[in-house]
């Protein structure tokens, strides 16, 4: 079993910026996605930012060019930085992590971010 401790969050006006970080308990065997996924009151998760074991990325439309996604494969750890935030940006972000050779895949257990206008 795999957990993932988020850290990071909180409260910020808009144009400001937050990191985010997610440490995983130990590392996936082989390929693998780690990302960050958000929900808003009402609305469905979606997905932020994604990145490989490769380091490959993908970002969500509506933050590319804002937000970082990178990871330190010998701490285990994937960190999300959000700059030029905006309040369409308030949510609870989740950290996920999924093997690309089973399929299976761990969540956070999420944390607020909050962007006031």
């Known amino acids: 079993q795999v957990q993932l401790v988020e850290s990071g969050g909180g409260l910020v006006q808009a144009g400001g910026s937050l990191s985010l970080s997610c440490a995983a308990s130990?590392?996936?065997?082989?390929?693998?996605?780690m990302g960050w996924y958000r929900q808003a009151p009402g609305k469905q998760r979606e997905l932020v930012a994604g990145?490989?074991?490769?380091?490959?990325?993908n970002y969500a439309d509506s933050v590319k060019g804002r937000f970082t996604i990178s990871r330190d494969n010998s701490k285990n750890t994937v960190y999300l930085q959000m700059n030029s935030l905006k309040p369409e940006d308030t949510a609870v972000y989740y950290c996920?992590?999924?093997?690309?050779?089973?399929?299976?895949?761990?969540w956070g257990q999420g944390t607020q971010v909050t962007v006031s206008s």
């Open positions: 990145i490989t074991s490769g380091g490959t990325t």
């Open positions: 130990r590392s996936i065997f082989g390929a693998n996605v």
């Open positions: 996920n992590a999924r093997s690309l050779a089973t399929m299976k895949e761990y």
